[in-house]
């Protein structure tokens, strides 16, 4: 059931799916840095907090910067559209 909720995600949200993929599999990356990578600010943050919301990203605090990684679930969305080309 899980797993269709993600394939739910993967079709409706492209955009979400290229946050995922920006941010990547091992890395940490700051607020400000990925989305200057990902090129929309505005927006942008708008689908970071919705990743966060359905559980595709941690956030956490150091200092000043808020640092984003993948979950479990974010990393399975990754591969499963680097899968199917996506």
Known sequence: MKDAR???ILVEEKALVKLLK???RGREYATRELLTKLGAYG???KLL????KTGLVER????NKVFN???????KIVMIA???GV
């Open 22 to 24: 920006t941010i990547g």
């Open 49 to 52: 907090l919705k990743a966060q």
């Open 43 to 45: 927006y942008g943050h």
């Open 69 to 75: 990684k993948l979950t479990s679930d974010g990393k």
């Open 82 to 84: 680097k899968e199917i």
């Open 60 to 63: 956490k605090t150091v200092k």
């Open 6 to 8: 993600l394939v739910k």
